[in-house]
């Protein structure tokens, strides 16, 4: 059941990750790797500064991998990143534009 089981695993992550590769796939692949960075900037910055941060380096790979990502659901015709990503770009650009008027101030933090 075992040997089974990793077969038909191992057939199933050949035919999405090889037999099916294509360029959509390549830009998918790296739109989401775009992506995750944010979450590896933040945490470094965190660790840095011995607090929870969120530098503007978050919100520039965000908007990157979220654009990239919203590109690769109108390719692939997948309404649920489409409207997944197409909001939350709203937000990310939002957030960049907040930043971006309030430079040189302090980012406010709730304590509670």
Do not use: H
Request: charged letters at 15%; glycine letters at 8%; zero cysteines.
């Amino acid at each position: 059941m075992l040997i089974q089981f990793g077969q038909a695993l191992s057939a199933y992550f050949y035919e999405v990750f090889v037999a099916k590769f294509d360029f959509w796939l390549a830009f998918g692949l790296i739109a989401q790797l775009f992506f995750t960075a944010r979450f590896l900037v933040q945490w470094i910055s965190s660790e840095r500064a011995g607090q929870s941060v969120v530098p503007m380096a978050f919100w520039f790979f965000s908007m990157g991998g979220g654009l990239m990502t919203l590109i690769y659901g109108f390719a692939k015709r997948e309404p649920v990143i489409i409207i997944g990503q197409g909001l939350a770009t709203l937000i990310y650009f939002r957030n960049i534009m907040l930043i971006a008027k309030n430079r040189g101030k302090a980012s406010k933090t709730l304590d509670r």
